[in-house]
């Protein structure tokens, strides 16, 4: 038993906070998001091509790095502390999700496609569309929502009924019979897109009766996923909030010395650390309990953003009327962590998700 | 990152199991599922015999070396040890002050004859202690303890009193802190000394507490004695050995702790579906709230598990504490109306009564609440103080 990261783990963390502190600046960050339509594009192209971030967990007879998803989970804090727009998330996703069905079918070059740079996608409500098979050849139709970073992505890995059976199908984004509309988003640090599909081709990468198990899985992992996003974006947020309870002086000193504060800063901190515990322990199972992620995964992910929803709501509050304008940080946050819960169904709903699996309703 | 037990914790845990079912046997039976937290008073008698039964197995003070009589046992295994003991419903430790928190003490603090004289009988089972900290004037703000000592013809001679001291009705020894300088001030001055119970200086007054049960007592010290010897650290350096003391804590407890809170969560949601109250969404959601902050709990006290870091413990802590405290109100809301009427005079509570009033100490003992809350403050958050 040894819940603590290797060297070669820390390091790597130090890497990308190292390259992220000098690149994904703030107003990196805001430009992409004001004016990039959700899209760092320049910065994305050297985190998969200078720093392999993207490959880090797919197979190094594929070209990848061959590492777990805890190395992932590392990328994705590190991401969520600067809020960048790229679209790392889903890419990694797709990859986690195309690893496990890489003695499948066409899984294999879309890895070698991730390997080499490419985006990708992940929806997984199989509810907006649906495949039919003719002859060997699928299509998929409907209309998918919300597809995170979609507009940037390259290939898209979609959670649907292939002739009434749950299976996960991989579509061509700029392929013929998919249309991808850009969203204007309240969270300008996360673009999304509705992809409007009329009789696509796809490749599907489950086999008939493992689809179901995969696109839960898929989803699980997700969860895992967007955990480690929201702890980055948290404790990054609750950085910010401390210093300036140092730098603030009312009534003659720092509001930071003021006991209400204080205490409610403490809770924030009490908040985000068993979060972060819960999170790390999650990207953990995704490779070394994969029983466990079933439960982990969406709790990971409920406590996470709570935490992320919490340090964010206070940050405003505690800046005063500063943290209220478009020109401060602070309402990046706290964007970000809404429309994380509202992208996964709300807490609501994950909540009923746990007890089910833990088995209590 | 590596969670699974290894190999040899497997090995370590079959023994604890094999031991703890060989012996809560016979006339120990009975044992399971008493003492604890607000129930201190059950089988008093019964359990101080186990205590002697754990000690003569050596299951006491594992982790301390093995030349003081330990076995030198690793953070995990004395997990392990405290895992199992939960899980098999033993009974709540009559000595907790004595293992935990004065053998560390001893050992980190002490002079070597005084560990030889008192490590013995804590790992033995033979001899109990209380914490005689808190004073009337002397709560959160412990620097302002004023009961005194001076030494007088080779030995101690102890004024002043204590209060909430728990298990001191059934007590051998306090570990007292005290204040040796006249005239001294805050946290100058304090010594900590070894006091035996049973003397005519010294009065324990029961305090009865909302639960209607008493396990804390006020005590008086009129002219009690201790030996000269009985000093841990040196005279003046109390305070730092006091603060030794509550820095001991690196979440063996509290990781054993949440299988007895596994358990009574689990009685909770039992009582829920048997009298329908499951249905009602509030309930449900609170249950599985419940459920989930167990868990999260659990994942966090395995990652600060022997963490040395200022603050880890007062999160640990509050997390507990309020976890624990919600508990109380969820259970006594599963109740429903049944619950405003005792199974029996003079105050008889049964399970949920006791936890709903027992689990307001939580947040107060061993530092309150926002005790801890200034401690992540001050320590981790580096709040300025003015
Ligand atoms: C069941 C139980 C068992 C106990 N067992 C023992 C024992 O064995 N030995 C022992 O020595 N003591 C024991 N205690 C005492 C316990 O340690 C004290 O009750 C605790 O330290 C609080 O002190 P107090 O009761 O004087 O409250 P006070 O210190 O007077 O606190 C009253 C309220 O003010 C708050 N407060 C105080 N200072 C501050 C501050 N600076 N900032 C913000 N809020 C503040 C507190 O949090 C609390 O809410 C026990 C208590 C209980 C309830």
Redesign the pocket.
Known sequence: MRFEFSEDQQELRQTVRGFLERHATPDVVRAAAEQGSGFAGSLWKRLVTEMELTSLAIDPALGGAGASFVEVGIALEELGRTLLPVPFLPTVVAAAALSEAADHHGAVPLLERIVAGAAATIALDAAHASATSRGGAITVSGTVPFVADGAHAEFALLATTLDNQPALLAVELAGPGAQLDAQPTLDQTRSLATLTLSSAPAACLTAPAAGAQAIARARDVLAVASAMESIGAAARCLELTLAYLHDRHQFGRPIGSF?ALK?RCADLHVALEPARSTAYYATWTVTGAPDELAVVGPLAQLVAGDALLAISRESIQLHGGIGFTWEHDAHLFFKRAKSSELLCGGRRALRTLIGQRAGIV | MDLRYGVEDDDFRAEVREWLEQNLRGEFARLRGTGG?GREHEEIELRMAWERALGAAGWIGLGLPREWGGRSATLLQQVIFAEEYAKADAPGRVNH?GEHLLAPTLVTFGAITLQRRFLPGILRGEELW?????E?G?????AAVRTRALLEDGSWRIDGQ???????AFADWCFVLVRTEPGSERHRGLSYLLVPMRQPGIEVRPIV?ITGTS??SEVFFDGARTDASCIVGEAGDGWRVAMGTLGFERGVATLAQQIGFERELAHVLELARANGTIADPDISARIIDAWIELRVMRYHALRTLGSIEPGAASVSKLLWANWHRRLGELAIDVRGPGATTLTGTPYELDREQALFLFSR?DT????????Q??IIADRVLGLPRR
């Open positions: 006991q205490h | 937290s002050m209380c914490q005689g900290y808190s009337p002397a709560g959160s703000d412990l204590k209060v909430w001291t728990s298990n001191a507490q396990e804390f100490a107060i003992y061993a530092g309150s609440n926002e005790i809350r200034n």
